[in-house]
C-alpha cells in the first residue's frame, strides 16, 4: 500500500483518490517570473527543470515535467526527494512543478499554473491483494481523509 500522486502506470494497481490538489511552479525569490499570479507552460519553454533518475514511471516523469507522455523530457539535474527537487531551485535556478498545500523554504516561492491538470493524492495497493486487512485500511484512511483535520490550514503554499 503506498501514498502517492497520481498519474502512474496503473495495470495491476488498485486506486482511491483522496483529493485533488491545484499545481505550482517553484521559483526562486528572485526569479523574473516569481511575482506573476499565475503562469502557463509556454512561458516556461527554455528553462532547466529538475529530472527525475532513469527508470522512473514515465508518466509520472512527463505529469512533473509539463510534457506528454512519450515527449521529450526537458534539460535539468536529477534528483531523487522532494528536498532535492527545492535545493536544486534554490541552488541551481532550475525549475519544477509541484502541488499546492505545503510549505516552501526562504527564497522559494510558488505561482499557480493553471493549464496543469490537479495533482491527484491517492492511496494505491495490488489490486490482486485480497488480504481484507488491506481493503479495510483503505477504506479507513478514505474515511478520516473525508473529515477535516482540526486546526487544517487552507493556504496556498505549495
Do not use: K
Not at 526537458?74 to 536544486?88: I, K
Not at 509541484?98 to 493549464?115: I, M, N
Not at 477504506?139 to 496556498?156: F, K, M, V
Amino acid at each position: 500500500m503506498a501514498l502517492t500522486r497520481a498519474p502512474f502506470e496503473m495495470s495491476g494497481i488498485r486506486i482511491h483518490v483522496l483529493r485533488s490538489d491545484p499545481v505550482g511552479v517553484v521559483l526562486r525569490a528572485d526569479d523574473p517570473l516569481a511575482h506573476h499570479s499565475t503562469l502557463h507552460l509556454s512561458e516556461l519553454a527554455g528553462r532547466r527543470w529538475f529530472q527525475f533518475p532513469e527508470g522512473t514511471d514515465p508518466l509520472w516523469c512527463a505529469y512533473w515535467n509539463g510534457t506528454t507522455p512519450g515527449g521529450s523530457l526537458r534539460d535539468g539535474p536529477v534528483v531523487r526527494t522532494v528536498n532535492e527537487c527545492l535545493q536544486a531551485v534554490l541552488w541551481n535556478g532550475t525549475i519544477g512543478l509541484g502541488p499546492f498545500g505545503h510549505s516552501l523554504p526562504e527564497g522559494l516561492v510558488a505561482v499557480a499554473v493553471p493549464d496543469m491538470p490537479p495533482s491527484r493524492l491517492v492511496l494505491a495497493w495490488r489490486e490482486a491483494d485480497a488480504n481484507p486487512l488491506v481493503r479495510s485500511f483503505a477504506d479507513i484512511t478514505a474515511d478520516s481523509y473525508r473529515r477535516p483535520a482540526e486546526g487544517s490550514n487552507s493556504g496556498s503554499e505549495l
